[in-house]
């Protein structure tokens, strides 16, 4: 199934689909794929909130662009890396019966499954700025992605359905 409808579906239910992507087998490139683009996405969704800020403070753009590449393409995977693995050593003491590859499939097909949302709380933060609406948008992605994140790791640990 293509990736985009698989975002949709997993609006409808985020463990089905965690469950179809890990029955795929074990495929480490894809879960690389899903990382890095979901990274690319949550740097793109910063450039809205970039601009107005290198606009209202007399910042250049530009290292600014720059900082937060770096920090979402190269420091970013990483910590997600070892986030996952620090989630599945907990599931592991709570008798989850899963895979480090099900605790990072998790991990960063929920943080490219609620990059709609991302989008949508960077086109807030750049074009309405600090406020009640911004704190809304960013609160609806993080619930989206604790859901789905929760949701697919539960999945993940508790094996063959």
Do not use: K
């Not at 490139?29 to 690319?40: E, I, N, Q």
């Not at 990483?78 to 019966?97: E, W």
């Amino acid at each position: 199934m293509p990736v985009t409808q698989n975002i949709t579906a997993t609006y409808r239910g985020p463990g089905r689909v965690l469950r179809r992507l890990l029955d795929a087998g074990q495929r480490e490139d894809r879960a690389l794929a899903y990382l890095m683009a979901g990274c690319v996405v949550v740097f793109i969704a910063q450039l809205p909130r970039l601009a107005r800020e290198a606009h209202l403070t007399g910042q250049e753009l530009n290292m600014l662009l720059g900082a937060t590449l770096m920090a979402w393409l190269f420091i970013a995977p990483l910590l997600l890396y070892l986030l996952a693995a620090i989630t599945h050593v907990v599931a592991r003491a709570l008798r989850g019966q899963g895979s480090f590859y099900g605790a990072r499939l998790a991990l960063f097909w929920a943080l490219l499954a609620s990059s709609p949302l991302l989008l949508l709380h960077g086109l807030v933060a750049g074009f309405v700025g600090p406020g009640l609406e911004l704190q809304i948008a960013g609160l609806a992605w993080l619930l989206v992605f604790g859901w789905f994140w929760i949701s697919g790791l539960l999945a993940a640990e508790r094996g063959a359905p």
